[in-house]
């Protein structure tokens, strides 16, 4: 099946078995390994990609799903060497330790910062629920998030 998309803002047009999964189709067929595998099953958030601006397990969507959409995922924040506000902030805030769970962090903030500019660190630990760390008490994590909604203001 011809599948055409915008991935990280360029048009791709790709065959593909429509039953592939997107997780597969990223890392396997277009080499964007920043999007991990951890679970499968949809309950670990360290396969978050953003579908039309909304966070999406790509672990739990096939190929086909992608078709006239527009999909972010964690390559495509940074503007060439200069990371996107939330990724600088993890990274200054020390939130990354072994960086597995890292991108799906970043993109399920970010999808959480564009709905809710200034969260409350209740409201930033519920949107980050569907993502699991098994490194850190979630503390650094959260508080990167508060400190890039404050860098970021009313930018989004």
């Known amino acids: 099946m011809l599948i055409r998309f915008y991935l990280n803002n360029q048009l791709k047009e790709i065959n593909s078995d429509p039953d592939k999964r ?56 940074a503007d060439g060497e200069k990371l996107h506000p939330v990724q600088a902030a993890f990274v200054v805030g020390g939130a990354v330790q072994c960086g597995f769970c890292s991108p799906g962090m970043v993109i399920a903030a970010l999808d959480l910062l564009q709905r809710n500019p200034h969260p409350q660190r209740s409201e930033i630990r519920q949107g980050l629920s569907g993502n699991l760390c098994r490194c850190t008490g979630y503390q650094k994590i959260v508080d990167a998030v508060e400190a890039a909604a404050l860098e970021m203001g009313d930018k989004l």
């Open 22 to 77: 997107v997780v597969d189709l990223l890392r396997e067929n277009l080499g964007l390994t920043g999007t991990k595998e951890g679970c499968g099953e949809g309950e670990c958030g360290a396969c978050s990609i953003l579908v039309d601006g909304v966070s999406k397990l790509s672990c739990l969507m096939l190929a086909a799903q992608l078709d006239g959409h527009n999909i972010i995922t964690i390559e495509g924040l």
